[in-house]
């Protein structure tokens, strides 16, 4: 696809997303804010879809776990609802990022782990207590992680 039906195409789902998102938005009352934080993120996944760059994913991504959020804070009575989309946003960074870019940046998933291990910990007194002595481990895993790309155990080759 040229460059000038790439923009079109883009232009597009654009439009007609805001357009759902404010038709949705006049039916569903208090979560028609949580529509249109959908949309708009919405919009940065299709603009990373349609040039994969990486700096589209990123708002899209955080701003897809806000709008969850809300969409989760009106129907669930969790508390920390609002953090756990907020992780799963980031999280979804790296992921989107591994499957569609073939990159895999680890950055997202240190701000994601601590919120969803928190918003986790605040629903959970038996994870509270494994939290608060078992952390070390999170460490562990993470240089095991590192390890192994340094040693050319995950597929990829530094050069």
Request: hydrophobic share 60%.
């Amino acid at each position: 696809m040229d460059k000038e039906n790439r923009g079109r195409v883009i232009a597009g789902a654009v439009l007609v997303l805001l357009g759902i998102a404010f038709f949705v938005m006049n039916f569903l009352g208090g979560l028609g804010q949580a529509a249109i934080i959908f949309a708009v993120g919405a919009v940065f996944l299709v603009a990373y879809f349609g040039t994969r760059q990486y700096g589209f994913l990123i708002p899209g991504c955080i701003i897809m776990g806000i709008g969850l959020g809300q969409f989760g804070a009106a129907g669930f009575s969790f508390s920390g609802f609002g953090s756990l989309a907020l992780g799963v946003g980031f999280i979804a960074i790296f992921v989107m990022d591994w499957l569609y870019g073939g990159k895999m940046r680890w950055w997202p998933l240190i701000p994601g782990g601590i919120l969803v291990l928190g918003a986790l910990a605040e629903a959970s007194a038996t994870l509270q207590i494994l939290l608060s002595r078992g952390w070390p481990l999170i460490l562990v895993v993470i240089g095991l992680v590192i390890l192994a790309g340094a040693f050319g155990l995950t597929g990829r080759r530094n050069q």
